[in-house]
């Protein structure tokens, strides 16, 4: 497809278990970003790539969070010993560089519940 | 600290009328002010952006208006339709030095279009 993909879309977990969430951003677009939006909120931000690196992962809660994105361009987020607050819908949204709007491109998100 | 504001969490108004939403940031850094527009279960699309250095960009039914002095922007949609009903987010973003944008979210004003 031509927009970002997100999978899965749902997620349901244990608490303490570990989860993978996967963004495959639009083709050609060199940054990446990782959001987290829990009810009632706004977008949150965890971490951005520009190419293959993490440009700014200041955003991530705490250590049990990492995201890669080894090749460029699909990126996964992973969080280890998942807790119940980690319940939210996480988006990943891409750019490409030097658009004149600044505009992202959001993914549907992938909603995790931890139980 | 929340840089972006938005304080009203819903607004509703009659079809054919004018939906104004507001927005406001603490950052004057900020290059690119952009509104999202957010249906349930699906990833933000984009609505409409403006530089930090104009004062109005207009695009169909919907214009933003920037107040820098203020930190102030709005959106405007005339007429509302009931398609606009939503949940919408005001964002700015900030040039960084590793070449990329890093954006900033407000936490949404659900607007519902009455027929």
């Known amino acids: 497809g031509a927009g970002v993909s997100q999978t899965p879309s749902n997620k349901v977990t244990e608490k303490g278990k570990y989860v993978e969430l996967r963004c495959d951003p639009i083709?050609?677009?060199?940054?990446l970003y990782w959001y987290r939006q829990s009810l009632g909120q706004g977008p949150e931000f965890l971490i951005y790539f520009q190419g293959t690196g993490a440009a700014d992962d200041s955003g991530l809660p705490n250590d049990r969070f990492f995201a890669v994105r080894p090749e460029g361009s699909v990126s996964t987020l992973k969080i280890q010993r998942t807790e119940r607050g980690d319940s939210a819908v996480y988006l990943c949204?891409?750019?490409?560089?030097?658009?004149?709007?600044?505009?992202?491109?959001f993914g549907e998100g992938s909603r995790l519940t931890v139980l | 600290d929340q840089q972006v504001k938005q304080n009203s969490p819903s607004l509703s108004v009659q079809e054919g009328r004018i939906s104004i939403l507001n927005c406001d940031y603490t950052?004057?850094?900020?290059?690119?002010f952009l509104w999202y527009k957010k249906y349930p279960a699906e990833g933000p699309t984009f609505l409409i952006s403006?530089?930090?250095?104009?004062d109005k960009n207009e695009d169909g039914r919907f214009t933003v208006f920037l107040n820098k002095s203020a930190k102030h922007l709005s959106l405007h949609i005339v007429p509302s339709q009931p398609g606009d009903s939503a949940v919408y987010f005001c964002?700015?973003?900030?040039?960084?030095?590793?070449?990329?944008?890093?954006?900033?979210f407000g936490t949404g004003t659900r607007l519902k279009v009455l027929a």
């Open positions: 950052n004057s850094m900020f290059d690119y």
């Open positions: 964002a700015a973003s900030a040039w960084v030095a590793s070449g990329t944008y890093k954006y900033i």
């Open positions: 403006i530089s930090s250095i104009k």
């Open positions: 083709s050609g677009h060199t940054a």
């Open positions: 949204a891409s750019s490409p560089y030097g658009l004149d709007t600044g505009e992202l491109f």
